[in-house]
């Protein structure tokens, strides 16, 4: 807080701060050796305050100065009603956070159950049927073949990246988000989808968070496999007759649902959402130390190997979650 001046008297301090207050500035007043001390809280206000000052010592009788009362006892009325309903709409949606929804707990068992059907990418006698037939892209190996010669073996042919997408297997632009190559890959993703899954569906129902992880899981994949292998996207190997591309990972559905909360916080203090402050550094520090590490492996300041990182995912996820969340009037119109 600043201080913008002096008076002398108690009544006259008081007059003032009531006036200020009315006019939309937080102020107050304290009692010192030479007088009362005026001050404001905001320092954007500041200038305003003063020349408010100088016109109450002015004409400190006049009319409008002894009405000030009133006029902030309604603006501290409002502002406490409005703190009652951020308050009961915050009680309002704490249970709704603790419930852990159907749909969270579905994407779950999926996740798992795919990585024991997929052997959690491990494939010592080849890819598994549960893998050619949730990859991105599989093909049979007459079609693959075929496909590779037609396009001189160029693994950046999109005829050969959306070999499966171009013969009507639309549902692979959404499968490989259950597919991960690991435990540890398993149940990193499975935490975080835990924990923000359930607060979205708690809180605004399994509809819209099944239509949010639709749309970002179908964004992320697409454009992991678009962008090009020299900035980072993924791609099959022309010499595999299956064309198969080993993409997988619910990491980028995870990352638009972190967008999705942390938007929704940001814009509506009473959508009871809230990130700890660690929750954000660990998710974006995690997606820019990936793409800083995918950059070096490209550039040759690293060792050389390729990325296993779906940073294009973990990116368009991250957008796609956060632009899902300005759509007011959708998130409105599906709110409990």
Known sequence: MRQIGTLPTE?????LTDWLLAE?????????????????????QLERARRELEAYLANPQERR??????RAAD?????LERQRRFERNLQQAGPAQTRSGGLTLALILASIGVAVLTNFGEFPNGPTAAM???????VPAEL????????GFNSEAWALKFASIRLGEFWRLVTPVFIHFGVLHLVFNLIWLYQFGRLIEGRYGSLLLGSLCLVVAIASNFAQVAVPAQFGGAMPNPQDPNLMIYLGGMSG???GLFGFIWVRSLQDPSSGFFLPTSTIVIMVGWLFFCMASDVGMMSGTSDGVRSSVANWAHGVGLVVGMAFAWLGPVIGSARK
């Open 11 to 15: 009544h006259q301090a008081s007059v």
């Open 75 to 79: 603006v501290q009325r409002a502002k």
């Open 132 to 138: 050619k037939a949730l990859a991105f892209n599989a």
């Open 253 to 255: 559905v995870v990352y």
């Open 65 to 70: 100065y002894q009405e000030a009362a009133q």
């Open 24 to 44: 939309g500035i937080e102020a107050k007043f304290e009692r010192e050796t030479a007088g009362f001390e005026i001050w404001v809280k905001d320092e954007d």
């Open 144 to 151: 693959g073949s075929k496909l590779a010669v037609e396009h």
